[in-house]
C-alpha cells in the first residue's frame, strides 16, 4: 500500500517562507507531484520531481531524496494569494498517482 | 472553451438512488481519472481509464461503474447511493500514462451530498 505523510496545517506571514515536508512509503516509485487546491476549487500543478534534487519554478521550489522517501516544497516570498491546500502526490510502480491529505497553508498579512 | 467539465456541480440525493456524474475533456487525452475528495483522506482514486472501452479499479471502486464509449466522456455511475459517498467528486485528464511527466488535469469537482 501507499503510505504519503505530511502536516495537516501550517501558518506564516506575509513575505516569509514556509517548507512543506512530505514523508512517502509506496510500492516503487516513478516521481512525485505537488498540487495547489484553493478551497472550492481543482488542484492545480506546481511541480515534478523524479531525480534527486532541487526543481526550482519560480517563488516555488521542490526537493526530492529517493533513498529517504522525503520531499518538501518551499514557498518563498509568500503572498495572501499562496492560502491553499497543497498535496503531495507520489506516481508508483503501477503508474497510479497516489495523494497525501494536504497542508493548509495560511498566510497572514 | 476548451478543458475538462464536470456536472452536475453540486447534487443532492437519496441513500438508495442511481446517480450519474458527467465528465468530459476537450483535448483528446488519452487518459481519464475519477477521485473522490474527503476531509482527512486526501484524493483517493475510484476508476481510470486508458482509452475508450477501457477501464480499472482504483483505491476505492467498491459502489461504483465507469463506463468510457467515447474518449472525450468518462461518466461515473453509483448505482446505489449512500450517505458514505458523500463526498467531493473530482475527474481529471492527462495526455499520457507511462511517461515520466504526466501531469493530471482536473476538473472544478461534484460535490454530492447523499441524505
Known amino acids: 500500500g501507499q503510505n504519503i505523510d505530511q502536516p495537516t496545517e501550517m501558518t506564516a506571514t506575509e513575505g516569509a517562507i514556509v517548507q512543506i515536508n512530505c514523508t512517502y512509503q509506496?510500492?516503487?516509485?516513478?516521481?512525485l507531484f505537488w498540487y495547489q487546491q484553493h478551497a472550492g476549487e481543482a488542484p492545480t500543478f506546481l511541480s515534478y520531481n523524479v531525480l534527486d534534487g532541487l526543481e526550482e519554478k519560480g517563488r516555488f521550489s521542490s526537493f526530492l531524496s529517493r533513498s529517504k522517501g522525503y520531499s518538501y516544497l518551499l514557498l518563498k516570498e509568500l503572498q495572501m494569494k499562496d492560502s491553499a491546500s497543497y498535496l503531495c502526490?507520489?506516481?508508483?510502480?503501477?503508474?497510479?498517482?497516489?495523494f497525501g491529505a494536504g497542508t493548509t497553508v495560511t498566510v497572514r498579512a | 472553451d476548451a478543458g475538462i467539465t464536470q456536472s452536475p456541480r453540486y447534487k443532492i440525493t437519496e441513500t438508495g438512488r442511481q446517480v450519474t456524474l458527467m465528465c468530459h475533456q476537450t483535448w483528446s487525452h488519452s487518459y481519464m481519472f475519477w477521485y473522490r475528495q474527503d476531509l482527512g483522506h486526501g484524493l483517493r482514486l475510484i476508476y481510470y481509464?486508458?482509452?475508450?472501452?477501457?477501464?480499472d479499479k482504483g483505491e476505492v471502486p467498491d459502489g461504483y461503474v465507469v463506463s468510457r464509449s467515447k474518449t472525450e466522456n468518462f461518466p461515473l455511475t453509483l448505482e446505489s447511493a449512500t450517505r458514505s459517498q458523500t463526498s467531493v467528486y473530482f475527474c481529471?485528464?492527462?495526455?499520457?500514462?507511462?511517461?515520466?511527466?504526466?501531469?493530471?488535469?482536473f476538473g472544478p469537482g461534484t460535490r454530492l451530498t447523499v441524505l
Open positions: 481529471a485528464s492527462s495526455e499520457s500514462w507511462r511517461v515520466s511527466y504526466n501531469e493530471q488535469f
Open positions: 502526490a507520489v506516481l508508483s510502480n503501477d503508474y497510479k498517482l497516489s
Open positions: 481509464s486508458a482509452a475508450a472501452d477501457i477501464t
Open positions: 509506496t510500492s516503487g516509485f516513478n516521481g
